[in-house]
């Protein structure tokens, strides 16, 4: 298997990572492989181009157990993945062909589809948070304690801009009675630091970034008190996986079995990445937690990977109330069940 990766800082975070441009035109178009190989399926095609969302970290350890463990290339599959530049997101490299799938979170699927980008949400690979840390020692107890302090935000992140609003308003401050400071990617360091009273922060991500710097988890308020969840998961593009449709499901159901085991033994996922990224500093309580929350709320019915029809139909009506996307979408616009198992990969921990 040829896997295309791109020079990466020590240490990025889900939310946090800054992305060095290394995968060029020419890369993408080759990392298929060498020839045209079909698969066994009918003439389908068994090479899978997946495009990461950021630089190879924790967020990503369902794709990355399932193809360091094999789970892939048990399925006949040749996968290879590519890394977006800071002008190549994830959704616009599916979107052109460049690659089949990626990684996607938050409102991206939605935003793609608002911007005629050809792809659909194939699987939810976890139920996260984002949402606003303080420090449990301070001053800070509720988000009404938030009135006239700074406030770190992260830089364009449409959900966040959305939410953060609703749980403002919901507490009854106006969005403009705290003073929001853009701390780009790197929320942990100014509230340690105690430059903000508080912080946006994903829950897995910079929670656990800030519990293992500081020994004490932050206090923290959920946007989705007032919002749907934070989703991760799968996104394919519509035409390659309805010519391919037996391919996109061998490689939605190895996914999710590396969700399981990232999932039942997070030892073993943080093992297998540190293995291949030796020069990245990735706690394994990180994978703890990302393994958690690879279980849905209807995951010991549903199974792992299913995709909440709920949630993201609230998210479609988000993104049209904060003018993301012009008009509403419906949930199929956005989302298939089309490449679940039909025998859904459940996991003995939820």
Not at 5 to 23: D, E, F, N, S
Not at 154 to 163: K, N, Q, T, V, W
Request: charged share 25%; net charge negative.
């Amino acid at each position: 298997m040829k896997r295309i990766v791109q020079k990466r800082r020590p240490g990025p975070r889900l939310l946090a990572a800054t992305v060095a441009a290394v995968v060029m035109g020419v890369g993408l178009a080759a990392c298929g492989g060498d020839d045209d190989g079909g698969g066994d399926s009918g003439g389908e095609s068994n090479k899978v181009t997946f495009a990461l969302g950021f630089s190879p970290n924790y967020g990503q350890v369902s794709f990355f157990n399932a193809l360091l463990a094999g789970y892939y290339e048990d399925a006949g599959l040749d996968v290879d993945y590519v890394v977006p530049d800071s002008t190549q997101t994830a959704a616009k490299l599916v979107g052109v062909g460049r690659a089949d799938a990626g990684e996607f979170f938050g409102l991206d699927p939605i935003s793609a589809v608002g911007e005629d980008i050809p792809l659909k949400v194939a699987t939810t690979w976890a139920f996260g948070q984002l949402g606003l840390m303080a420090d449990p020692a301070g001053d800070v107890k509720s988000v009404a304690d938030l009135e006239g302090q700074q406030v770190g935000i992260f830089s364009g992140l449409p959900y966040s801009e959305a939410c953060r609003p609703r749980l403002l308003e919901a507490n009854g401050l106006s969005p403009d009675s705290v003073d929001t400071v853009d701390v780009g990617f790197n929320s942990v360091t100014p509230l340690l630091s105690g430059k903000v009273a508080a912080a946006e922060g994903g829950d897995p991500a910079e929670t656990v970034t800030y519990e293992i710097e500081s020994g004490n988890a932050p206090t923290y308020f959920s946007y989705d008190e007032v919002c749907a969840p934070f989703l991760f998961g799968v996104f394919v593009n519509d035409e390659w996986a309805s010519d391919n449709p037996e391919t996109a499901s061998k490689f939605i159901e190895a996914t999710l079995q590396g969700a399981k085991l990232a999932n039942e033994d997070p030892e073993e996922s943080h093992r297998l990445f540190t293995e291949e990224f030796p020069d990245l500093e990735q706690p394994l309580l990180q994978f703890e937690k990302f393994g958690e929350a690879t279980c849905g709320p209807d995951a010991a019915e549903e199974g792992l990977g299913y995709n909440p029809s709920g949630d993201y139909e609230e998210l479609i009506q988000l993104s049209v109330e904060s003018e993301l996307i012009p008009e509403e979408l419906s949930v199929d616009e956005v989302v298939t069940d089309e490449y679940l198992p039909e025998e859904p990969v459940t996991s003995s921990a939820c």
